[in-house]
C-alpha cells in the first residue's frame, strides 16, 4: 500500500507540478483527474493511436471553447464526434458575443429582453438564431452551387473554411477542423440551429441532401484503420456513445477518459463508468481507462494545461 501523502502548496507553483502532488496526495477525484492526466499523455504521445474528443454543444458556449480549440489546433486528437449546438456555438460566437450571467437570474425577464440563458451564460437572441441563419444561408448557396451531397464532416469543414476570412476565426474550433484536416462528425445533424437552417434550406431545394450515411463509412474505415484508438469523452449523449458504438468494432478503446457529472444508478449512458463499457468490448479488457467525476468546464482545462506542460508545448 502507497502511503497518503499531503499536498504540498508552493510559490508560482504550474499546474502540472499541482496535478503531480494531487496524485501523490490521493483522495478522491483529485487522483483520479491526476491518473486520467497521465492516461492522457500516453494517449496523445502513442503515434499508433488515433485519439477520438467527445463533447456536448453546452460547453462550447463557455471559455473550455478555447481548451477544445487548442486540442485541435495543436493536432492533439485526431477526430470530433459532437453535437449540432457545438456548431451552433462555434459560429455564433464568431460573429458575436456571449456573456456572464447567473443560474439564479430572473428567465421570464430575460425572455423579455431577448437574452437565452445557458446555465450562467447569457446569450442575445440576435447573437445566436439570427445571426446563424443570416450567415448560413448564403453560405448553403455558395455550396449547393458546387454539389448536391455533403456528409456532415464535409459540411463542418466547409463552414471551417468560410470562417477563413473573419476577423475571429482563430478562436473557432471549425476552422482549425479544417486548416488541420480533423474530421468533425455531427451524427445528430438536424437538432440544434445549424440543422434548422439545413431544413430551411431544403425547403426550396429538395435536392440538397446530408448524407449521414457517408459519415458512417468515414468513421468506420477511420475505426478499423486505426492500429489503437483513445478516448476523451466529456458529457454523455449520442456524441459519447458514436466514440464507444463505433470503437467496439475493433475490440474496444484501448484508452479512455470520462469526464461527467451524471450518476449510474439510473442507467443513463451519460452517467455510465468506463467499466461498464468493457461488458459491450466497447474498452478492451486490458485499457487504460477512467471515469472522472465533475464539472468538465473545471477539471478539464486544468489536464489541457498540465498536459501542455508535460509536451511542452504552448509558449505563452
Known sequence: MRRVEDIVLKDRMSVDSLVREMRKGGGFVAKKLAEAVDILEEMVRDKDCTTFLSFPACVVATGMRGVLKELVKRK???????????????????????????????????????????????????????????????????????????STKELVWKLGEMLKDEERKEESILYWAWKNEIPIFVPGITDGAVGSQLWLFYQEH????????????????????????????????????????????????????????????DGSLSGARTREAITWSKIKEKARHITVEGDATVNFPIMVAALAERLSSLKD
Open 76 to 150: 492533439w486528437i485526431d477526430v470530433i464526434i459532437t453535437t449540432c449546438g457545438a456548431l451552433d456555438h462555434d459560429l455564433a460566437r464568431v460573429w458575436g458575443d456571449y456573456f456572464h450571467g447567473s443560474f439564479y437570474m430572473d428567465d421570464v425577464e430575460l425572455h423579455k429582453k431577448g437574452i437565452h440563458r445557458l446555465g450562467n451564460v447569457l446569450i442575445p437572441v440576435e447573437n445566436y438564431g439570427k445571426a446563424i441563419e443570416e450567415r448560413l444561408q448564403p453560405i448553403f448557396r455558395e455550396m449547393y452551387k458546387e454539389r448536391k451531397m455533403y
Open 206 to 265: 429538395k435536392d440538397f441532401v446530408i448524407d449521414s450515411l457517408k459519415d458512417e463509412q468515414d468513421l468506420s474505415d477511420i475505426v478499423f484503420e486505426a492500429k489503437k484508438s483513445g478516448a476523451i469523452v466529456i458529457g454523455g449523449g449520442i456524441s459519447k456513445h458514436h466514440v464507444i458504438w463505433w470503437n467496439q468494432f475493433r475490440g474496444g478503446l484501448d484508452y479512455a477518459i470520462y469526464l461527467t457529472t451524471a450518476v449510474e444508478y
